[in-house]
């Protein structure tokens, strides 16, 4: 084998020019695709921190059975009481990979400062269990004045926007109103604490976050329409639901269990578009390469007949000549490929460097370009450029090998 | 026994629509340890007659031996092994493989047989001092003269110590006295060896030293078809 890999490279080194185009498309190929997964894997991280974090859905969100299909029209019969959620929010903490299970409320209406009006939607959560989910996150979208807390029972954390369309500022006051579960007006003073970037358009000038007790005062319950829970490590969401769906259907709880990625119909949908361009991409680069190949060794194979013939008459069997020129493919994948590591290194060095921004479709606020490095997938890439690289030659490869001995070594 | 015998072999090619008739009918046997040449004028079937005896081509019609073996009944790896372990093959342009030095090309046989690095090396080294390069071990074909490459040819044709060396014009890109010392470096090897030579030529300055002569002319053969 090694000698046979030997011929491959010195002919490789041979055709200084042909070979350097051929490693150059295979190494712009690999980085570009490896730079866009990089990319996009980042992106991922940030949309799946911004949906479990951010918004706080945490990795899982507990709803009472039929509460998504019918809660909106008849909330009081699908929420859960005190007692469930205890009951259920203990059953849940049991699990080795629960953080923490926590009750939230959803609550919509309007919001005034005195002269105007409009509306909001509003998540009631427990302020400490909030914080805990934010955890690190909470630094990269701070809140400006003052964050929720069990101590001000009517100060909230309002949206951006919002406050500015209301001209509140922290430590302004307005009004909150909204239809109790029984069908009656209920309107209760707020505190503006906080001000926060959601980092959504959509959302900026409608969201606020208010106590739990608040949330269950406005609404006139004490009931809760969900149990958000949160996990330590999002890799085992869906392990996770199957086991908390049979622990709470064992104790005799009717619920439906979503994931964050379910809920954040924002991630699913980027993801959705990122995972179409990643696969446009990567046909191109697939295409690009095993032309290349194709081509390098077709050319190859020309040139060489007549080496070919006198393989063949030395006692090279068919098998060994495609093995040839077969080896040849697959290295020029192998060089491609590190050249293509060394390419994408230094891109990745330079965006780490320079640090650049942009603004997203829909965000509020510029977001850093950041590309991740993946050596797993990198090497998975690399496995697979050179398993291309080798089908690809073993075309012109097999061609060659079917040649007639005596046709071959008469070539010119 | 004979090494090679040949039965009323016919070749004929398609060019374009006309029918070649390169060999009309020969029939030859040669010994082992034999020192042929096959001469005849360009066009007379020489290289088609050394192709299918060196089993890279097959026959229109009739029947091929090479060591009792038919060559038109083996199978196409069977014929690559026959080839690698009992011929060896040198050629008029020497056909060296360009990216490797002459102990590479030398080992070549030997690799593809599936001999150990070290021994072929071994081999390959020996060869190439018998046919006085051991000074070139190193050099790759195009920094050595036609003579040399052709030398280097004929050590890797001997490197798997074949019973049957076909040369096909291995003197007709050499000048004379290098045609001369080819043909001697080769009949030297045959005495000493006992490895029978089949080549080709039309070149008669190179005949003296041959100890049989076939003459080919128009696909027939006119001369020296038998052993004197």
Same mark, same amino acid.
Request: proline fraction near 3%; glycine fraction near 8%.
């Given at each position: 084998?090694i000698k046979?890999?030997?011929?491959?490279?010195?002919?490789i080194?041979k055709n200084k020019r042909?070979?350097?185009?051929?490693?150059?498309a295979?190494?712009?190929g690999?980085?570009?695709?490896?730079?866009?997964r990089?990319?996009?894997?980042?992106?991922?991280?940030?949309l799946?921190?911004s949906?479990?974090?951010g918004?706080?859905?945490?990795?899982?969100?507990?709803?009472?059975?039929?509460?998504?299909?019918?809660g909106?029209i008849?909330?009081?019969?699908?929420?859960?009481?005190?007692?469930?959620l205890?009951?259920?929010?203990d059953?849940?903490?049991e699990?080795?990979?629960?953080?923490l299970?926590?009750?939230q409320?959803h609550?919509?209406?309007?919001?005034?400062?005195?002269?105007t009006s409009?509306i909001?939607?509003?998540?009631?959560?427990?302020?400490?269990?909030d914080k805990?989910?934010?955890?690190?996150?909470?630094a990269?979208r701070?809140?400006?004045?003052?964050?929720?807390?069990?101590?001000?029972?009517y100060g909230?954390?309002?949206?951006?926007d919002?406050?500015i369309?209301?001209d509140?500022?922290?430590g302004?006051?307005g009004?909150?109103?909204?239809?109790?579960l029984?069908g009656?007006m209920?309107a209760?003073?707020?505190?503006v604490?906080?001000?926060?970037?959601?980092?959504?358009?959509?959302t900026n000038d409608k969201?606020?976050?208010?106590?739990?007790?608040f949330?269950?005062?406005?609404y006139?319950?004490?009931?809760?329409d969900?149990?958000?829970v949160?996990l330590?490590?999002?890799e085992k969401t869906e392990?996770?639901?199957n086991r908390l769906?049979s622990?709470?259907?064992?104790?005799?709880?009717?619920?439906?269990i979503?994931?964050?990625?379910?809920?954040?119909?924002?991630?699913?949908?980027?993801?959705g578009?990122?995972?179409m361009?990643?696969?446009?991409?990567?046909s191109i680069?697939?295409?690009?390469v095993?032309?290349s190949?194709?081509?390098?060794?077709?050319?190859?194979?020309?040139?060489r007949t007549?080496?070919?013939?006198?393989?063949?008459a030395?006692g090279?069997k068919r098998?060994?000549?495609s093995?040839?020129f077969a080896?040849?493919?697959?290295?020029?994948?192998?060089?491609?490929?590190i050249?293509?590591?060394v390419?994408?290194i230094?891109?990745?060095?330079?965006?780490?460097?320079?640090?650049?921004?942009?603004?997203?479709?829909?965000?509020?606020?510029?977001?850093p370009l950041?590309?991740?490095?993946?050596p797993?997938?990198?090497?998975?890439l690399?496995?697979?450029?050179?398993?291309?690289?080798?089908?690809?030659?073993?075309l012109p490869?097999?061609?060659?090998?079917?040649?007639?001995v005596?046709?071959a070594?008469?070539?010119? | 026994m004979a090494?090679i015998e040949t039965?009323d072999i016919?070749?004929?090619?398609?060019?374009?629509?006309?029918v070649v008739?390169?060999l009309r009918?020969?029939n030859?046997? %040669?010994?082992?340890?034999e020192?042929?040449? +096959?001469w005849?004028p360009?066009?007379?079937g020489?290289t088609?007659?050394? #192709?299918? %005896?060196?089993?890279i081509?097959?026959p229109s019609?009739g029947?091929?031996?090479i060591e009792?073996?038919?060559?038109?009944?083996?199978?196409? #790896?069977?014929?690559?092994?026959?080839? #690698?372990g009992? /011929?060896?093959? /040198?050629?008029?342009?020497?056909?060296? +493989?360009?990216?490797?030095?002459?102990?590479?090309?030398?080992m070549?046989?030997l690799? +593809?047989?599936?001999?150990?690095?070290?021994?072929?090396?071994d081999?390959?080294?020996s060869?190439?001092?018998e046919?006085?390069?051991s000074?070139f071990?190193?050099h790759?074909?195009?920094?050595?003269?036609?003579?040399?490459q052709?030398?280097?040819a /004929?050590?890797?044709?001997?490197v798997a110590?074949?019973?049957?060396? +076909?040369?096909?014009?291995?003197?007709?890109?050499?000048?004379?006295?290098?045609s001369r010392? %080819?043909i001697?470096?080769?009949r030297?090897?045959?005495?000493?060896?006992?490895?029978?030579? /089949?080549?080709?030529?039309?070149?008669q300055r190179?005949?003296?030293r041959?100890?049989r002569?076939?003459?080919l002319e128009?696909?027939r %053969?006119?001369?020296?078809?038998d052993k004197?």
């Amino acid at each position: 084998m090694i000698k046979w890999m030997k011929i491959a490279l010195r002919n490789i080194l041979k055709n200084k020019r042909r070979s350097f185009v051929t490693l150059l498309a295979i190494a712009m190929g690999f980085a570009a695709v490896s730079l866009f997964r990089g990319y996009i894997h980042n992106t991922y991280q940030g949309l799946r921190e911004s949906a479990i974090r951010g918004e706080g859905l945490g990795h899982l969100t507990i709803y009472k059975e039929g509460w998504l299909e019918k809660g909106k029209i008849d909330p009081d019969n699908y929420m859960f009481s005190q007692e469930e959620l205890q009951k259920i929010a203990d059953l849940v903490e049991e699990d080795e990979d629960v953080i923490l299970a926590t009750p939230q409320i959803h609550i919509s209406g309007l919001v005034s400062n005195g002269r105007t009006s409009t509306i909001f939607l509003a998540n009631g959560v427990i302020p400490r269990d909030d914080k805990t989910i934010k955890g690190a996150w909470a630094a990269f979208r701070p809140v400006r004045g003052n964050e929720l807390s069990d101590k001000k029972a009517y100060g909230v954390e309002m949206a951006q926007d919002l406050a500015i369309h209301l001209d509140l500022k922290p430590g302004g006051y307005g009004v909150v109103m909204a239809a109790t579960l029984d069908g009656q007006m209920n309107a209760l003073d707020i505190e503006v604490a906080g001000v926060y970037n959601t980092g959504s358009d959509a959302t900026n000038d409608k969201y606020l976050r208010v106590p739990f007790k608040f949330a269950q005062s406005l609404y006139d319950t004490e009931k809760a329409d969900r149990l958000v829970v949160l996990l330590g490590n999002w890799e085992k969401t869906e392990r996770v639901r199957n086991r908390l769906l049979s622990t709470l259907s064992g104790a005799g709880f009717k619920c439906e269990i979503k994931t964050w990625n379910e809920l954040s119909l924002f991630y699913s949908k980027v993801k959705g578009m990122f995972d179409m361009i990643f696969m446009f991409i990567f046909s191109i680069v697939f295409i690009i390469v095993v032309m290349s190949v194709i081509n390098t060794m077709g050319m190859a194979v020309l040139e060489r007949t007549r080496e070919i013939g006198t393989l063949r008459a030395l006692g090279l069997k068919r098998r060994g000549v495609s093995l040839l020129f077969a080896i040849e493919g697959a290295m020029l994948g192998f060089l491609g490929t590190i050249l293509g590591i060394v390419l994408n290194i230094a891109i990745w060095a330079v965006i780490r460097t320079i640090e650049p921004t942009y603004i997203p479709p829909g965000v509020s606020t510029p977001v850093p370009l950041t590309v991740n490095l993946l050596p797993q997938a990198m090497f998975s890439l690399m496995v697979f450029l050179i398993f291309l690289s080798l089908i690809a030659a073993i075309l012109p490869a097999r061609r060659a090998a079917q040649k007639n001995v005596v046709d071959a070594l008469g070539h010119v | 026994m004979a090494l090679i015998e040949t039965k009323d072999i016919k070749k004929d090619y398609l060019l374009g629509e006309t029918v070649v008739h390169a060999l009309r009918g020969v029939n030859l046997t %040669i010994d082992r340890g034999e020192f042929v040449a +096959i001469w005849g004028p360009s066009g007379s079937g020489k290289t088609t007659l050394l #192709n299918l %005896i060196g089993a890279i081509d097959e026959p229109s019609s009739g029947q091929v031996f090479i060591e009792d073996q038919e060559v038109a009944l083996l199978s196409d #790896n069977r014929r690559t092994e026959l080839r #690698n372990g009992s /011929i060896g093959f /040198i050629f008029q342009g020497f056909n060296l +493989i360009p990216v490797l030095s002459a102990v590479e090309n030398v080992m070549l046989p030997l690799q +593809i047989k599936g001999t150990s690095f070290p021994e072929a090396r071994d081999r390959a080294l020996s060869r190439l001092d018998e046919v006085g390069l051991s000074d070139f071990v190193r050099h790759r074909p195009d920094k050595m003269s036609g003579g040399q490459q052709q030398r280097v040819a /004929i050590a890797r044709a001997l490197v798997a110590n074949p019973s049957l060396v +076909i040369a096909d014009e291995p003197t007709a890109n050499l000048d004379s006295d290098t045609s001369r010392s %080819i043909i001697g470096l080769m009949r030297s090897l045959n005495e000493k060896e006992k490895t029978t030579f /089949i080549f080709s030529t039309h070149d008669q300055r190179v005949l003296d030293r041959v100890e049989r002569l076939v003459r080919l002319e128009d696909g027939r %053969i006119q001369d020296g078809g038998d052993k004197k």
